[in-house]
């Protein structure tokens, strides 16, 4: 009997110990878990891309089986959990469980889809998103599964930063073992402040985007004449083409949609002529490295139908030649 014991006593603590939280993890502060869950797997990355899906139509990019139609990028903090749920747990509980905590809380509902609802040819929402390299880091897992997934993504101001939370639920039918999981994004978005950066930061997003969109060079009112304030970032971007010389780039200029396209064109150019000369007179950059070109609101990085999206739209990017 004593030796039964002290093996269901070793099983149980085995049980136990597979229900901890991985080391180093932790809920978030935005939205916690699911009670009785655990988490197993956890990521932070303290700025990168994640794109969210507004719904679940297909794509049709050539030689892509995964793509989504209607989706939306963000950058910021990116901060991804995923639970596994005790056996015996109801998906669709846990589903409008997240659904009604968030509306809750005052996020704005962008997306959201149930299991079948969440299909668009045979393919989940979240199984798109996941092989289509949308999401970053941790893939795989029962909330990416195709046939048994569902996904909310919801967005709400906080303080000075937007939070946008993506929560997917899922669960094999072929496999019930495996049980149902959960994984939790939580991005925050903030304006990144480029007089604050560092070269280096300047150089990792070249080398991964191949461009870096300013926000830190001013101009007056419709004009092109560069506001002193946009001295910090000048002298950062000087610097890292000094420490960087065998790099060339293109000195682009975006507007917003207020105007005429012809009339932001030339303003877009004449703003990128005026910063490539500021490089090269004040900071003896060679001109040969430097290509303004303005290409006026053909290609915003958010909406033009609110002031934040226009702000967004209105910069200079260093694009790698």
């Known amino acids: 009997m004593r030796g039964i014991l002290q093996l269901l006593i070793i099983l149980f603590s085995i049980y136990t110990f597979g229900q901890k939280d991985v080391p180093n993890s932790k809920d978030s502060d935005y939205l916690t878990r699911y009670p009785g869950s655990w988490i197993t797997k956890y990521h932070q990355n303290n700025y990168n891309k994640y794109t969210i899906a507004l719904g679940k139509e297909r794509g049709n990019i050539p030689g892509k089986i995964y793509s989504l139609k209607n989706i939306k990028t963000i950058e910021g903090k990116i901060t991804a959990i995923e639970y596994k749920l005790p056996d015996g747990s109801s998906q669709l509980q846990l589903h409008k469980n997240y659904e009604n905590a968030l509306k809750k809380d005052g996020y704005k509902i962008l997306f959201n889809c149930y299991r079948e609802d969440c299909n668009a040819n045979g393919y989940s929402v979240a199984t798109q ?3 289509g390299r949308y999401i970053p880091e941790i893939r ?9 997934s569902s996904y909310i993504v919801g967005e709400k101001e ?3 930063k937007k939070v ?3 929560v997917m639920t899922g ?3 072929s496999s019930p073992s495996a049980g149902t999981a959960c994984r939790i994004d939580v991005i925050e978005s903030a304006a990144l402040d480029l007089s604050k950066v560092s070269v280096k930061d300047i150089e990792s997003k070249i080398k991964r985007d191949g461009k870096i969109a300013l926000y830190g060079i001013q101009f007056e009112f419709n004009s092109a004449t560069i506001q002193s304030e946009s001295t910090e970032t ?3 971007i000087a610097e ?3 420490t960087n010389p065998k790099i060339n780039v293109f000195v682009v200029g975006h507007t917003d949609n207020v105007g005429s396209y012809e009339k932001n064109l030339t303003l877009s150019q004449q703003r990128s002529e005026a910063v490539a000369n500021k490089l090269a007179e004040t900071y003896h950059i060679s001109s040969s490295r430097l290509t303004p070109k303005g290409v006026a609101m053909v290609s915003p990085v958010s ?19």
């Open 140 to 148: 795989s897992g029962n909330a990416f599964l195709s046939y048994n």
């Open 129 to 131: 998103l996941s092989e």
């Open 164 to 166: 946008t939370i993506a």
């Open 234 to 236: 000048l002298k950062i």
């Open 158 to 160: 906080v303080n000075d």
């Open 240 to 242: 890292f083409l000094k």
């Open 171 to 173: 669960y094999s039918e």
């Open 303 to 321: 909406t033009n139908d609110t002031d934040e999206g226009r702000k967004q739209n209105r910069r200079v990017e260093i694009v790698k030649k």
